[in-house]
């Protein structure tokens, strides 16, 4: 038996075979697709934070560098620069909630344009520290260092939209929210729709996973079917070595050595039943002349009529 011999078999046999080769890939990438989703998406939103947290601090500052005539560190506090952000243009719009007091303020453009505002002022007040806001709300007991408490958090809340700038790619986000965590630092939170981010990322899964079940499926398939096709062949080899070896090409009668395989066998046979065996033998008169004056295709075609014959005598 050939290495091969094992895919021999019905059809069937074949095809469930190959039926549960693929739901056997199918299975593995659909446990594989979960976590490769998740995977996806939180490095989506890591790199996206990353990009939208550097590109909206390196808009503040050239906002503020610009507002500053190309001088850039002159403004100290986020107010400052918040306000140069948006007399520059960088950032149009600006909401401050204190989650304390509910108090909120918003400048945009257009009160840029009017002046006649402390604009960093008014965005200062909202800021822990010893100073009243525009409707008179203590902000004095805030702590600098950003820290919620029982009462509620007296973080304050940025939230500013920037300005649009054409082809650039962090257009699609545009609320963030920002909070003081120390004296001189901040932290940026960005809140992110990630409803269609997920449907594009469990589209993209999924269709991988198809796409490699589909894949290793059929490369399976196309293993046992070659496997199958190699047995066949090598069993037909195999079967046609054995023929060629005790007949005769020409004639398709025995040749010397099954001849004599046989002959072995029946006298075997007629030793141990106590029966009895003949040997008819043929001569085929002046064959040689007739393959010397006619030819060997007449002389083959001679041998074959002969060899009809015999098979009609002796079935």
Known sequence: MSGFDGFRGPARLRGFIGLLIVVAFGALTAFAASPVSRWLLEQEVRDGSASWAAH???????????????????????AGALE????????????????????????????????????????????????????GHDHSGADQSGATTSAGDATPEVRFTKGAFPGDPHDAADVTFLRRIGP???????????TAMVARIRLMTWMGAVIVTVSLSGAGLVV????????????????????????????????????????????QKCAET??????????????????????HATGDRVIEAIARMLRGAFP
Not at 184 to 194: G, P, S, T
């Open 56 to 78: 909206i601090f390196d808009e503040i500052e050239d906002g503020a560098t610009a507002a500053n005539g190309g001088a850039p560190g002159s403004y100290a506090d986020l």
């Open 84 to 135: 140069a952000a948006l007399r520059a243009g960088v950032v149009n719009r600006v909401s401050i909630r204190n989650r304390a007091c509910g108090c909120v303020i918003a400048i945009d453009a257009a009160a840029v344009a009017t002046g006649g505002a402390d604009l960093a002022g008014r965005l200062r007040a909202f800021f822990p520290g010893d100073a009243l806001d525009h409707r």
């Open 184 to 194: 001189d630092a901040y932290e940026l939170r960005l809140f992110m729709d990630v």
């Open 224 to 267: 046992a079917r070659v496997a199958a096709r190699s047995s066949r062949a090598a069993h037909l080899s195999e079967q046609q070595a054995r023929y060629l070896a005790e007949h005769d090409t020409l004639t398709g009668l025995f040749n010397r050595f099954g001849f004599g395989a046989r002959a072995q066998a029946v006298l």
């Open 274 to 295: 106590g029966t009895r065996a003949y040997l008819f033998q043929v001569d085929a008169d002046k064959f040689k002349d007739i393959n010397d004056i006619y030819g």
